[in-house]
């Protein structure tokens, strides 16, 4: 996967994506058991996004016998960590002295264990370079 932004995607990529996470791998019978019979569609439609997913570079997929099995391309943490870098507009917007503020604040009103990890994996990232 590249830096580039990650590309949009739909409530049931995000499923797929989830389950994937879940299981480690899956075929389209199921992912559509675990995510789309709940929904009420069909596995047609979980296979289409499955499919998606593999366009965007999300999901690999290998043939075993007549199926395809899908695995995620991305790891959750990374998947979270590049979604956040988008919406505050990349690299460049972490450049934003009130995006990190707003982080700080964000970070700061949860509880001080949280920011002081915070400050640790600062401190340890200054120490790697």
């Known amino acids: ?14 499923a797929v994506l ?6 480690d791998e899956s075929d389209v019978a199921t992912a559509h058991a675990a995510v789309g019979r709940s929904r009420g569609i069909t596995a047609n439609t979980v296979g ?4 998606r997913l593999h366009r965007k570079d999300l999901v690999e997929r290998h043939k075993v016998s007549h199926r395809y ?3 995620a391309a991305i790891d959750r943490e990374s998947f979270c960590s590049r979604r956040m870098l988008d919406a505050v507009g990349g690299p460049d917007g972490l450049r934003d002295a009130g995006v990190l503020a707003a982080f700080v604040d964000a970070v700061g ?5 949280t920011l002081d990890r915070l400050s640790a994996l600062i401190e340890a990232r ?3 370079e």
């Open 109 to 113: 009103e949860t509880d001080e264990a």
């Open 1 to 14: 996967m590249s830096d580039a932004p990650l590309p949009p995607l739909g409530d049931l990529e995000l």
């Open 48 to 51: 289409s996004a499955l499919e």
């Open 69 to 71: 099995r899908y695995r």
């Open 126 to 128: 200054r120490g790697r």
């Open 18 to 23: 989830e389950h994937l996470w879940s299981t």
